[in-house]
């Protein structure tokens, strides 16, 4: 039974739920984040080690389609746009990448170590050049992606 379904089955008739989740693949509308990139062979290979796990990193793009299945009603799904970095224009937008950065400069080791190492038999080494790599593209202010959440 999946959480969804739990959580449909414990609610009394009227009650909510909501779902805040990060998704991968980063995106980008502008083609500045390349499919040749670091930061972009970095997400690649985290899902497809979390995908291993059997923890699929794109699950929060299936939220909405779970929680019609069960039976919610008018549910709503709302997909922001956080920049990793401070390249937006908008002031609001800015403020937000630079917390954004602040938050993914300090995880992006962790979060690649287990996927990376575990399922897909990285050493620590190689996981840290990676990283590194990754980092210097995620901090490129000319690169306009952003995690859809």
């Known amino acids: 039974m ?13 009650g909510y739920f909501e779902a805040q989740d ?21 997400v690649l290979l985290v899902m497809e ?21 069960v039976g919610f009603v008018d549910v709503v799904e ?3 746009k956080w920049p990793t970095n401070r390249w937006p224009r908008d002031q609001h937008y800015k403020e937000l990448g630079m917390w954004s950065l602040e938050n993914m400069d300090q995880a992006l080791e962790p979060a690649t ?5 575990r399922a897909l038999g990285w050493t620590y080494e190689e996981v840290i050049v990676l990283v590194s790599k990754a980092r210097k593209v ?6 306009h992606a952003y995690w859809p959440m």
């Open 22 to 42: 990060m998704a991968l693949p980063l995106g980008c509308d502008d083609g500045t984040l390349t499919v040749d990139s670091d930061l972009w062979k970095w």
């Open 113 to 117: 170590l287990a996927p990376l190492t």
């Open 49 to 69: 080690g979390m995908e291993k796990f059997g923890r699929p990193v794109s699950a929060a793009q299936q939220w909405k389609q779970l929680m019609e299945a």
């Open 2 to 14: 999946s959480i969804v379904q739990k959580v449909f089955d414990a609610l009394e008739p009227g």
């Open 78 to 80: 709302t997909i922001y």
């Open 138 to 143: 995620m901090r490129d202010p000319t690169v």
